[in-house]
T-cell receptor, first 112, second 113 residues
Framework: DGGITQSPKYLFRKEGQNVTLSCEQN?????MYWYRQDPGQGLRLIYY???????QKGDIAEGYSVSREKKESFPLTVTSAQKNPTAFYLC???????????FGPGTRLTVT | KQEVTQIPAALSVPEGENLVLNCSFT??????LQWFRQDPGKGLTSLLL?????REQTSGRLNASLDKSSGRSTLYIAASQPGDSATYLC????????????FGGGTRVLVKP
């Protein structure tokens, strides 16, 4: 099955701990994106990568970090510097030259 | 900076009624506008994508229009069904921003049987 997988679906962490969210795609898409969604709100872009070994900050990159060592994988680390990390995190990918983004099922992160 | 707004935030209609969902954006220099559906606790499913050169797109009971001059897009869902209950999000892609998407806050729809 082709698609985007995010794991785990639910993640719980204590305040002050770093946590890494997984995003894997087997669609052979070049571009990948991380978004954050807060209750009742739209999505906000955290980081994006258009090619392996390259990535750019989105609108709310502070307190987050990413890597893109493989085309299929774009993990997001939520660091202890992120002041309000509790949110729903969505990963997306897009083929080169086209516009439509394809989304994963999301990871709900709760930090207490 | 592009801002995308969806009003109302929620609406409820009886089954069979046509749905009209609104999306407005502040910068008309868009590449395209996309409409997505989101079920509770799930990811997004792309419904329709309208290129900047197009006025509308249709897929089954769904029709989306785009008016760049007024900064508006409308999603029409004909003959609504309870299964259409979900949150609908629009997102605009700006030419100057490397095709990054800017999302509206969504409209939560409830179709009552």
């Amino acid at each position: 099955d082709g698609g985007i997988t995010q794991s785990p679906k639910y993640l719980f962490r204590k305040e002050g701990q770093n946590v890494t969210l997984s995003c894997e795609q087997n669609l052979n898409h070049d571009a990948m994106y991380w978004y954050r969604q807060d209750p009742g709100q739209g999505l906000r872009l955290i980081y994006y990568s258009q090619i392996v070994n390259d990535f750019q900050k989105g609108d709310i990159a502070e307190g987050y970090s990413v890597s893109r060592e493989k085309k299929e994988s774009f993990p997001l680390t939520v660091t202890s510097a992120q002041k309000n990390p509790t949110a729903f995190y969505l990963c997306a990918s897009k083929p080169s030259g086209l516009y439509e983004q394809y989304f994963g099922p999301g990871t709900r992160l709760t930090v207490t | 900076k592009q801002e995308v707004t969806q009003i109302p935030a929620a609406l409820s209609v009886p089954e069979g009624e046509n749905l009209v969902l609104n999306c407005s954006f502040t910068d008309s220099a868009i590449y395209n506008l996309q409409w997505f559906r989101q079920d509770p606790g799930k990811g997004l499913t792309s419904l329709l994508l309208i290129q900047s050169s197009q006025r509308e797109q249709t897929s089954g009971r769904l029709n989306a229009s785009l008016d760049k001059s007024s900064g508006r897009s409308t999603l029409y869902i004909a003959a609504s069904q309870p299964g259409d209950s979900a949150t609908y999000l629009c997102a605009a892609s700006l030419k100057a921003a490397g095709n990054k998407l800017t999302f509206g806050g969504g409209t939560r729809v409830l179709v009552k049987p």
